[in-house]
């Protein structure tokens, strides 16, 4: 029954309450409008979209899809957030990355809303003998710092231990993390390291309560192409090895648990990856709890927004997937978040990405107030439902690597790299065939873009898991069209035949022209096939007008020169068309055979 409001206003109150099955009714009359005979659940499941993990997004959520408890903010499991305020007292920590040295960054940075800074030093970075350089100026008690340093992770913290002595700054000032994450580096490079010095370090470090000297990165498993739980999994797994490793040199559980700082990967899906940062928080608050420190269960968490979505062509759009990542994360309750500038996919960034980048952040916080509310999430009958469903699977996950030995076994024995490795090889099929779309890249491209030119940024550590990127696949389309340019001065042509007018064409006409832009093969449209310049056409109409003109359109263009005649649309069988290109065909495969015989190699 509706409760009236207080001023008594009734609005819909004298409507009756609608109930799910008469919405499941409604749904199965507009399925049945489209030819599809479906009833009750199975219509509901006709609009479900599929997750990867076996998880599945429904069309609607109701109380009926109510999650179990997830506790308050700043209480056990943590999944509202690790601290009762969360981030209203001045919103999250903003952290810029740092990987060479460059003349004023890091203070222009710092002076313009960035809080935090994560430098990358040693093999892939700035040279540890530079690290007082790169902080000259910088107030070390007020900014916070975070080191990656890899290989040379001990002798990096060593080096910024003695900056603060030198300083003067007092331990209880200090606040960051030294980055050692040996089981991250293996991931990255092949080569374990002995823990060791590690233990040595967090021993160190007890002088300093703001400062943690371990990082569970799990950046190397999602940009090897893990799915959300895998990445969870692994991150887990990855933690209680170090716990293991520093109860056994001396230190409790609960002083064990608080060494560590956790770096998730933050994408432009928004609400998985609210769901991926809230299931982190309950999935360690579960490890604590059972390693005998519940007290010590509010992870710290680092989002950082996804390399593997960001893309090399139209990078300007990548402002907008960094702008809904950081969203995400802010909501989701990351205590630290760094947005990649939008050119980071092209080498170093500049000035004018960086200021974006951490511009990013402060609009969210300033602007739309994002951090004002605690877990602005929280309540959501999806939001708590995807995390619940989330973190059951990542646990699930998270006990295979236990079964087989640990992270150090499964990463050694290869079983994990090819767990990765599967589930890139579905994302890429779904990014073939454009069921997962890439912006200015497999949709909307747009082939005379000025390229963005950017200084080679130094390289990464290698050798262990791949790196993957979404647009990888027709970034290499597109470079064999830039070299076809640049050989002969065009590009490889196409010629779309568009029959009959303008409304029956134009929409397969659009879909054809981006289809095959995507792959960097210009469009040619107007005049005759002769004049084109193109050695291929498509037809492009609707289906009624195939049925009338199809074969004959087809012989035409083969009179005038064309070797091959694709048509736009579902596959059929008209006579003198060799190739059918439609919504959800493998476009790669059509565009990589199409480049080769234009000669495009």
């Known amino acids: 029954m509706t409760v009236l409001p207080d001023d008594g206003l009734s609005l819909a109150a004298e409507f009756p309450d609608a109930t799910h099955e008469q919405w499941q009714r409604l749904v199965e009359g507009v399925l049945r409008k489209s030819g599809k005979?479906?009833?009750?659940?199975?219509?509901?499941?006709?609009?479900?979209?599929?997750?990867?993990?076996?998880?599945?997004?429904?069309?609607?959520?109701?109380?009926?899809?109510?999650?179990?408890?997830?506790?308050?903010?700043?209480?056990?499991?943590?999944?509202?957030?690790g601290r009762p305020v969360g981030n209203t007292p001045g919103g999250w920590d903003v952290r810029q990355r740092h990987a060479a040295l460059s003349d004023g960054s890091v203070l222009a940075d710092l002076e313009n809303g960035v809080t935090s800074l994560w430098l990358v030093l040693g093999e892939g970075g700035i040279p540890v003998a530079d690290l007082g350089r790169a902080l000259d100026g910088v107030y070390l008690d007020l900014a916070p710092v975070v080191l990656d340093a890899g290989a040379d992770t001990e002798a990096a913290a060593h080096a910024l231990l003695k900056l603060y002595e030198e300083r003067g700054v007092a331990p209880e000032d200090v606040r960051g993390s030294l980055g050692a994450d040996p089981l991250g580096y293996e991931a990255r490079t092949g080569t374990p390291l002995d823990f060791a010095p590690v233990a040595a370090l967090?021993?160190?470090?007890?002088?300093?309560?703001?400062?943690?000297?371990?990082?569970?990165?799990?950046?190397?498993?999602?940009?090897?192409?893990?799915?959300?739980?895998?990445?969870?999994?692994?991150?887990?797994?990855?933690?209680?090895?170090?716990?293991?490793?520093?109860?056994?040199?001396?230190?409790?559980?609960?002083?064990?648990?608080?060494?560590?700082?956790?770096?998730?990967?933050?994408?432009?899906?928004?609400?998985?990856?609210?769901?991926?940062?809230?299931?982190?928080?309950?999935?360690?608050?579960?490890?604590?709890?059972?390693?005998?420190?519940?007290?010590?269960?509010?992870?710290?968490?680092?989002?950082?927004?996804?390399?593997?979505?960001?893309?090399?062509?139209?990078?300007?759009?990548?402002?907008?997937?960094?702008?809904?990542?950081?969203?995400?994360?802010?909501?989701g309750g990351a205590d630290s978040v760094t947005v990649l500038p939008f050119d980071h996919a092209l080498g170093l960034p500049d000035a004018f990405a960086r200021r974006i980048a951490r511009n990013t952040s402060t609009i969210l916080v300033e602007e739309s107030h994002l951090a004002r509310v605690v877990d602005p999430a929280g309540g959501s009958?999806?939001?708590?439902?995807?995390?619940?469903?989330?973190?059951?699977?990542?646990?699930?996950?998270?006990?295979?690597?236990?079964?087989?030995?640990?992270?150090?076994?499964?990463?050694?024995?290869?079983?994990?790299?090819?767990?990765?490795?599967?589930?890139?090889?579905?994302?890429?099929?779904?990014?073939?065939?454009?069921?997962?779309?890439?912006?200015?890249?497999?949709?909307?491209?747009?082939?005379?873009?000025?390229?963005?030119?950017?200084?080679p940024a130094p390289e990464p550590p290698s050798g262990g898991l791949p790196r993957v990127r979404r647009d990888e696949a027709y970034e290499a389309l597109r470079a064999r069209s830039d070299a076809h340019l640049a050989a002969t001065g065009t590009r490889p042509r196409i010629f779309l035949a568009t029959l009959g007018p303008a409304a029956e064409h134009t929409a397969r006409a659009s879909f054809a022209a981006n289809l095959f832009q995507?792959?960097?093969?210009?469009?040619?449209?107007?005049?005759?096939?002769?004049?084109?310049?193109?050695?291929?056409?498509?037809?492009?109409?609707?289906?009624?007008?195939?049925?009338?003109?199809?074969?004959?359109?087809?012989?035409?263009?083969?009179?005038?020169?064309?070797?091959?005649?694709?048509?736009?649309?579902?596959?059929?069988?008209?006579?003198?068309?060799?190739?059918?290109?439609?919504?959800?065909?493998?476009?790669?495969?059509?565009?990589?055979?199409?480049?080769?015989?234009?000669?495009?190699?």
């Open 37 to 81: 005979e479906v009833s009750g659940e199975a219509a509901e499941d006709a609009l479900s979209t599929t997750l990867e993990d076996g998880l599945r997004t429904r069309p609607l959520y109701t109380a009926r899809d109510a999650a179990p408890d997830p506790g308050l903010p700043g209480f056990a499991p943590f999944t509202r957030g």
């Open 202 to 331: 967090a021993a160190r470090a007890a002088a300093y309560p703001g400062l943690r000297p371990l990082t569970v990165d799990a950046l190397p498993y999602h940009e090897a192409g893990g799915s959300a739980a895998q990445e969870l999994g692994a991150s887990l797994a990855t933690a209680v090895a170090y716990l293991r490793e520093l109860t056994e040199a001396g230190l409790s559980a609960e002083q064990a648990a608080t060494q560590l700082e956790f770096r998730y990967a933050a994408t432009a899906d928004q609400f998985l990856t609210i769901a991926k940062l809230r299931a982190a928080r309950r999935l360690w608050a579960r490890v604590a709890e059972v390693c005998g420190a519940p007290g010590a269960g509010a992870q710290v968490q680092h989002a950082v927004t996804s390399p593997v979505m960001m893309s090399r062509r139209d990078p300007w759009v990548n402002m907008l997937r960094t702008t809904v990542a950081t969203l995400a994360a802010g909501v």
């Open 381 to 455: 009958w999806y939001v708590e439902r995807l995390t619940d469903e989330l973190a059951h699977a990542a646990w699930e996950f998270f006990r295979s690597i236990e079964q087989d030995g640990g992270q150090a076994a499964v990463l050694r024995s290869g079983r994990l790299r090819d767990d990765l490795a599967r589930t890139w090889e579905e994302r890429s099929a779904k990014l073939a065939k454009r069921r997962e779309p890439i912006t200015g890249v497999s949709e909307f491209p747009f082939l005379d873009e000025k390229p963005v030119r950017r200084e």
């Open 518 to 601: 995507a792959g960097g093969i210009e469009p040619v449209t107007g005049g005759n096939f002769e004049e084109s310049g193109a050695t291929e056409a498509v037809l492009c109409s609707s289906d009624a007008r195939y049925a009338e003109e199809a074969e004959q359109a087809a012989e035409a263009l083969r009179a005038a020169g064309a070797r091959q005649v694709h048509l736009a649309g579902r596959p059929a069988e008209f006579a003198g068309v060799d190739r059918y290109v439609f919504a959800g065909c493998d476009a790669v495969a059509v565009l990589s055979a199409t480049l080769d015989r234009m000669g495009a190699s």
